[in-house]
């Protein structure tokens, strides 16, 4: 089959790789008939992601057809069309149990690799390093999908794949951001990054019964998108993020703040230089500018909630205002399965129709170049889906 893989910085490619099998009862293979590129791919596009190996497949949001079950899978049948959860979780043990999927204590098969630092192995992810297992990902024309049975969210009738994708991973990541802020009647929400997830960081802030959300970014088609959804833009690069968060909360500081940017947050000033030359040089692995920012503008006794992906070390945090004002944390990998019939429902419903965030569909040729496109936000790119069963096509972008 074709898949996308990496070879290093910038540097992934697409190529004829071995077919995946049924390795385990609980398997399925699945035909990826709608494929897509995170932002989280892009911090591995950008070399900073540990544990990667040549030749590894990349891509963890995906939807396809069944083709092929192991023998003690129940739920899924062959002909099913499913959208795949990038946690790859058992659905038994103590934390699945709990609804903590993406905390899975089964299913990262490297999860070795996590303990001198963590402690405890966490759950595997798709196409996401030998540090999550080391999984083939899902930019690619077939993949293999462990306990499928736990995971996998079948389609109903009228809802194609591409409509339901995104609840593989953006849709309930930008949904549990929101929920980790635990909004009240009144309150006001405020987002930094409005890529995919943040777009839909926001639009569940809505759902989940804010009454202002104020959308941070310096791209001004994605702080449309977001005006769209009825936030307040904010250019970062043009206007002052404290004074206006502040002036937009009657001088108090929103009530939550939502991090959906991450360990490559930009930042214009000399803290920015100054985070770059340490990310270069591995003194810090992540640049933690907005949490800088955020840990300013919350208002005492404020919640932050963290779905920007942070993969280590962090330099100059001040961790004393957090403590000082008394700010309350949430954070971490999405738990994907706790969410998909309900954003499922959202979306047969009509109360949301995720496809408003795509901007490109492409074939498997054009990944490498979507990548790019993507990562540098050109050709107004907000979100790319594959169809990697077709492999010939026009450049992109024209
Ligand atoms: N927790 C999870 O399970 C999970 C799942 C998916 C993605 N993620 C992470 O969420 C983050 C966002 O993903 P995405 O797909 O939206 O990525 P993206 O790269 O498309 O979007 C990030 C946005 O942040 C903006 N940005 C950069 N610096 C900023 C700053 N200082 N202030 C405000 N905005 C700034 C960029 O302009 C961009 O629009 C990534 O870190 C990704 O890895 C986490
Ligand atoms: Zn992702
Ligand atoms: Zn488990």
Known sequence: MKALTWHGTNDVRVESVPDPEILAPTDAIIEITASAICGSDLHIYHGLIPMMEKGDILGHEFAGKVIELGSEVKRVKKGDRVVVPFTISCGGCFFCKQGLYSLCSESNPKGSNQLPLMGYPTAGLFGYSHMYGGFAGGQA?????????????????????????????????????????????????????????????????????????????????????????????????????????????????????????????????????????????????????????????????????????????????????????????????????????????????????PRFLISHRITMDQIPEAYKMFAKHQHGCTKVVINPQKSVSDKIGQ
């Open 141 to 353: 024309q077939y993949v293999r999908v462990p306990f499928v049975d736990t995971g996998a969210l079948i389609l109903p009738e009228g809802i194609s794949e591409e409509h339901a994708l995104f609840i593989s991973d953006i849709f309930p990541t930008g949904y549990m951001a929101a929920e980790n802020c635990d909004i009240r009647p009144g309150q006001t929400i405020a987002v930094w990054g409005c890529g995919p997830v943040g777009q839909f960081a926001i639009r569940s802030a809505f759902l989940l019964g804010a009454q202002t959300v104020i959308a941070i970014d310096d791209d001004p088609l994605r702080l449309t998108l977001a005006e769209d959804a009825g936030a307040i833009p904010l250019n970062f690069g043009k206007e002052d993020v404290y004074e206006k968060t502040r002036l937009l909360t009657s001088g108090r500081g929103p009530d939550a703040c939502i991090d959906a940017v991450g360990m490559e947050a930009h930042s214009h000033g000399a803290e920015g230089v100054m985070d770059n030359v340490l990310q270069a040089v591995k003194l810090e692995t992540d640049k933690p500018h907005v949490l800088r920012e955020i840990f300013k503008c919350c208002r005492n006794g404020g919640n932050i909630s963290i779905p920007g992906v942070y993969i280590g070390m962090v330099q100059n945090l001040p961790f004393g205002v957090a403590f000082g004002k008394g700010l309350n944390f949430k954070m971490g990998q999405t738990h994907v399965q706790k969410y998909t019939k309900h954003l499922l429902d959202l979306i047969v419903q009509s109360k949301i129709d």
